[in-house]
């Protein structure tokens, strides 16, 4: 049923059903006490009906046309947590000198002489003879087949996707940020993993986030939110962090 049938029926039915229209020229008779007070009841209920029959119409009215094309169905106002704009903000302004650890890692430091070698040796040389041998020397190009290579979790399958291919399919999610979303209260309950933090922010973070905030939590966890005894009194958002007390 379109808007303006609906119209058409709510105003016909605005008329009111008991009334009887008076023949062109007939007088209108006087009107005794009992009639009186009925016509009054009469004009409310009609009064009730015809404000009822405008709010009902504006739930049916279309902004651009009858029709409601290019109208943006209206969605319920979903969870998102308290204060997370401002906090972003902050954590923003924290990390605008870009001089955190993982400011400065690229490809040049994929060898790490200090890095503990035993299975990520093993993973880079199983994953080179892979792609070499399926993808033509190339990384592939979906989350499914990044995580079936070898040491290739969910998080750097998400980061290769947004670096290597310009594609954000999530949010990757490490200790860093895991802790972060935590101590914020960005997850709409406590979680117990990477995995289910990923999840749990992809919920409410808007979408153009998601390739930003790995670097930006991850940088902020080296430097201010730290594991262990995180630099609160040194944080913008000390009074905004329902984790800042007791740590
Ligand atoms: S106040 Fe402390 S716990 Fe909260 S975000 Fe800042 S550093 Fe982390």
């Known amino acids: 049923m379109n808007a303006a049938s609906v119209r058409m029926v709510t105003r016909s039915r605005s008329l009111g059903s008991g009334s009887r229209q008076r023949a062109v020229g007939e007088e209108a008779a006087p009107l005794q006490r009992g009639e009186a007070a009925a016509e009054r009841r009469k004009s409310h209920s009609c009064v009730r009906r015809q404000q009822k029959a405008q709010r009902l119409n504006v739930a049916y009215e279309a ?51 200090s890095a503990p070698p035993k299975n990520k040796v093993k993973y880079i040389k199983q994953t080179s003879a892979i792609l070499q041998q399926r993808y033509d020397g190339d990384i592939p190009a979906s989350v499914a087949e990044l995580v079936a290579l070898p040491g290739v ?93 007791g740590l």
């Open 63 to 113: 902004s651009d046309g009858e029709k409601g094309e290019n109208t943006e169905p209206l969605r319920a106002p979903g969870w998102e947590p308290q204060d997370w704009r401002q906090q972003l903000a902050n954590i923003r302004t924290m990390r605008s000198g870009k001089d955190a650890p993982v400011d400065q890692l690229g490809a040049e430091h994929c060898y790490d002489p």
């Open 153 to 245: 979790g969910p998080k750097m399958a998400h980061l290769a996707m947004a670096v290597a291919w310009g594609t954000v399919s999530g949010i990757a999610v490490d200790t860093h940020v895991h802790r972060i979303a935590n101590r914020l209260r960005w997850t709409k309950k406590t979680t117990k993993s990477p995995e289910e933090t990923r999840t749990a922010l992809e919920e409410w973070l808007p979408r153009e986030l998601w390739r930003e905030i790995n670097g930006l939590l991850v940088g902020f966890g080296q430097q201010t939110c730290l594991p262990v005894r995180p630099r609160c009194q040194a944080c913008l958002n000390r009074a905004l962090c329902p984790a800042a007390q």
